[in-house]
T-cell receptor, first 113, second 113 residues
C-alpha cells in the first residue's frame, strides 16, 4: 500500500490569492491525481499529474486556474489560483501504481473568505 | 459516459445489525471496482478492491461482491459497530491501466448504540 501525506491540512485564504498544496507519497507510483470534493458532494477529478510533462486536465478544469507540478515519482503540487469563495472545498491527492489499488491522502480543507 | 449510483443515500441501523450497501454502474466494461470509507472532513480509506474477473472480496467483517454483467456491486457489513459510521463510496475504473475512477454519490451510514 501507499501512504500519502498532504500539506497544509487546512487553510483559510483571502479572495484573489493562491494556495499551493503539496502531496508526498512514501513510494514511487506511476499515477498521481488531484480531486476536489465540494461540501456534501462526491469526488470530482481535476487532473492527472504526469511526471515530467504537463498534467492532463478534466473537462471544466484549466491549467491557468489549477497549475500542477510533478517533478518526480513521489511528489506533486496543486495550486489553486485567483481564489474565490466557490473554490472552498476539500482537495485530495491520490496515487496508484499500475493497475492496482488507488490510495488517497487526508485532504486539504480550503476556505476562501 | 460511466455513471455510478449508490442506494440508499443514507442509512441508520442499530449496533449489531448486518447491512448491505448497493452500487450500480452503467458501463459494464470496467477494470476494477473499489469501495472506500470516508470519515467527516477526512480523506478516503480503501476498503476493498475487486478486479473485473473476481466475484467477491472479503476483509474482516466486510464482503464486497461484483456482478459486472448487471452493473452491480454490494458491500456487506456484518455485525455493525458505531465505529463503522462513515460515508461509503464505491468507484469504478474503466478498462486500461491509465483510466480514471468514477465515484458514486456515497451512502452515509450511522450505526447507533
Amino acid at each position: 500500500s501507499a501512504v500519502i501525506s498532504q500539506k497544509p491540512s487546512r487553510d483559510i485564504c483571502q479572495r484573489g490569492t493562491s494556495l499551493t498544496i503539496q502531496c508526498q507519497v512514501d513510494s514511487q507510483v506511476t499515477m498521481m491525481f488531484w480531486y476536489r470534493q465540494q461540501p456534501g458532494q462526491s469526488l470530482t477529478l481535476i487532473a492527472t499529474a504526469n511526471q515530467g510533462s504537463e498534467a492532463t486536465y478534466e473537462s471544466g478544469f484549466v491549467i491557468d486556474k489549477f497549475p500542477i507540478s510533478r517533478p518526480n515519482l513521489t511528489f506533486s503540487t496543486l495550486t489553486v489560483s485567483n481564489l474565490s469563495p466557490e473554490d472552498s472545498s476539500i482537495y485530495l491527492c491520490s496515487a496508484r501504481q499500475g493497475g492496482n489499488e488507488q490510495y488517497f491522502g487526508p485532504g486539504t480543507r480550503l476556505t476562501v473568505t | 459516459k460511466q455513471e455510478v449510483t449508490q442506494i440508499p443515500a443514507a442509512l441508520s441501523v442499530p449496533e449489531g445489525e448486518n447491512l448491505v450497501l448497493n452500487c450500480s454502474f452503467t458501463d459494464s466494461a470496467i477494470y476494477n471496482l473499489q469501495w472506500f470509507r470516508q470519515d467527516p472532513g477526512k480523506g478516503l480509506t480503501s476498503l476493498l478492491l475487486i478486479q473485473s474477473s473476481q466475484r467477491e472480496q472479503t476483509s474482516g467483517r466486510l464482503n464486497a461482491s461484483l456482478d459486472k454483467s448487471s452493473g452491480r456491486s454490494t458491500l456487506y457489513i456484518a455485525a455493525s459497530q458505531p465505529g463503522d459510521s462513515a460515508t461509503y463510496l464505491c468507484a469504478v475504473r474503466g478498462t486500461g491501466t491509465a483510466s480514471k475512477l468514477t465515484f458514486g454519490t456515497g451512502t452515509r451510514l450511522q450505526v447507533t448504540l
